[in-house]
């Protein structure tokens, strides 16, 4: 059967991934965000997921104002990266799983979750970045990657509590799958920020901090937060921390902290990563 | 079960709701077209004409003319989209950052470098005397 095997939560902000692209990593303001993302990257390698989940938001590449929808899943085989207004971001395909992914969306759907499902969806530097962040630059992504999106733009995002039921619902759809595959959740985007308006700017390390203290045990805690305590603490945009609390739900309680790593600036952003070991996953017992 | 926006106060935000995405409709749409090469190409070649299509309102129009952005935000505008605008102009969002809090790009970079806009201050209007704190003009939200 499937199995979550790990968890991350990660920002996934555009200017991370043009410094990769570019062959920034070296100069002396990436040097240190690079620098931080080392760990998680040879711990990613001991993980070795078949599949990651990855849960972001789509900021206008794939869907566009006709059509809002809260969540969707991608049921692809591939997914192309989108043009952002920069010509596509020069780095592989991602390979999906359409079996997988069709499994999911009957699962989640049963469990009233329901679901929007994209057979065909370019995917944006939301999907790209915590890849790069992850696996840094392969020929190729280690892994199959299912795509879910979840609108975050539009005002009222689903709340933080659905969001992390979404992930309970999440976990149980992956375990129901019957084949054997290592399954690690990605929850992307935040940590505080605000692009918009004459308050443009924010950072609120300390809501960044508290958030990353109670995601292990207080996650519960964090669903209490409602779309004014994000909009206030942690700027318009720092409501995207509610796809980490997907990525918790869908971790059992008794996942593990491995990693942290957090730094002020990345582009307008505070930019937050973390990793989650599940103690009973294949990567644990090898390490003893 | 009622629906509190009580996040309208806010110092300097706007929060896309269902009134400012019914207003920034066409404008947004505008924006979004900008992510494909041809229509950019259009756009370069006959600004005029390009936005002539999307049959935005005449402060709209004047919004993308001009490139206010934080004109764009009282119209309906949505930062996701009007960012394409700004790509296609080769700004950052530094840029777009400091136009909108009335600071110089360099200012505003220096800003973020410092850790960026400080949350005390910025939470309410009350908090922030219904100005917003480190923006050079300290402009009031409409």
New interface residues.
């Given amino acids: 059967m499937a199995k979550v095997v790990a968890g991350v939560g990660s920002s996934h902000i555009p200017?991370l991934g043009a410094a990769s692209d570019h062959n920034k990593q070296n100069e002396p303001y990436w040097q240190p965000v690079f620098e931080g993302f080392g760990p998680a990257r040879e711990w990613i390698k001991d993980v070795a997921p078949d599949v990651v989940i990855l849960i972001y938001n789509d900021?206008?590449?794939a869907f566009?104002?006709?059509l809002?929808n809260t969540f969707v899943l991608g049921a692809a085989d591939e997914y192309d990266p989108?043009?952002?207004?920069?010509?596509p971001r020069q780095v592989p395909q991602l390979i999906g799983d359409s079996d997988f992914s069709s499994h999911l969306i009957e699962s989640l759907v049963l469990d009233e979750f329901d679901m929007a499902l994209a057979n065909e969806m370019d995917v944006d530097h939301g999907c790209t970045v915590p890849l790069t962040v992850m696996f840094d630059k392969p020929d190729a992504w280690p892994c199959k990657v299912i795509p879910l999106c979840v609108n975050v733009?539009?005002?009222?995002q689903p709340t933080g509590n659905r969001c992390y039921n979404l992930g309970k619902a999440l976990r149980k759809a992956i375990e129901s799958y019957p084949e054997d595959i290592k399954v690690a959740v990605f929850g992307t985007g935040g940590m505080s920020?605000?692009?918009?308006?004459?308050?443009?700017?924010?950072?609120?390390?300390?809501?960044d901090k508290n958030f990353m203290d109670k995601l292990q045990n207080d996650a519960t805690e964090l669903t209490k937060l409602n779309?004014?305590d994000y909009?206030?603490?942690s700027g318009?945009?720092g409501i995207e921390l509610i796809m980490w609390l997907i990525m918790r739900g869908a971790l059992s309680d008794d996942a593990k902290e491995s990693y942290r790593f957090y730094h002020?600036?990345v582009?307008?952003t505070?930019y937050g990563l973390i990793c989650f070991d599940e103690p009973d996953a294949p990567h644990m017992q090898a390490s003893g | 079960m009622a629906?509190v926006d009580?996040?309208e106060d806010?110092?300097?935000?706007?929060?896309?709701?269902?009134k400012r995405?019914r207003d920034?409709?066409r404008l947004?749409?505008f924006?979004?077209t900008?992510?494909?090469?041809a229509n950019?190409e259009a756009f370069r070649n006959d600004p005029e004409g390009y936005i002539a299509q999307f049959k935005m309102s005449d402060e709209q129009l004047r919004c993308v003319r001009e490139r206010d952005w934080?004109g764009m935000?009282h119209v309906g505008g949505?930062?996701?989209?009007t960012?394409?605008l700004a790509?296609?102009d080769r700004l950052t969002?530094?840029h777009?950052?400091?136009a909108?809090?009335?600071m110089d790009v360099e200012d505003?970079r220096k800003?973020?470098?410092e850790?960026?806009?400080?949350?005390d201050g910025?939470?309410?209007l009350k908090e922030s005397g219904g100005t917003?704190n480190?923006?050079n003009n300290l402009?009031t939200?409409i």
């Fill in positions: 200017a900021h206008a590449s566009s104002v006709e809002i989108a043009d952002e207004g920069y010509g733009i539009k005002y009222p920020h605000q692009l918009q308006g004459e308050r443009a700017g924010l950072v609120n390390p300390e809501f779309h004014t909009l206030r603490e318009s945009e002020v600036p582009s307008n505070g | 629906i009580d996040y806010i110092p300097g935000t706007y929060v896309f709701n269902g995405c920034g409709y947004n749409k924006c979004k900008l992510d494909i090469e950019r934080l935000l949505n930062i996701y989209y960012f394409k790509i296609f969002m530094q777009v950052g400091g909108m809090s009335q505003f800003m973020m470098l850790g960026g806009r400080t949350i910025n939470r309410s917003n480190n923006s402009p939200r």
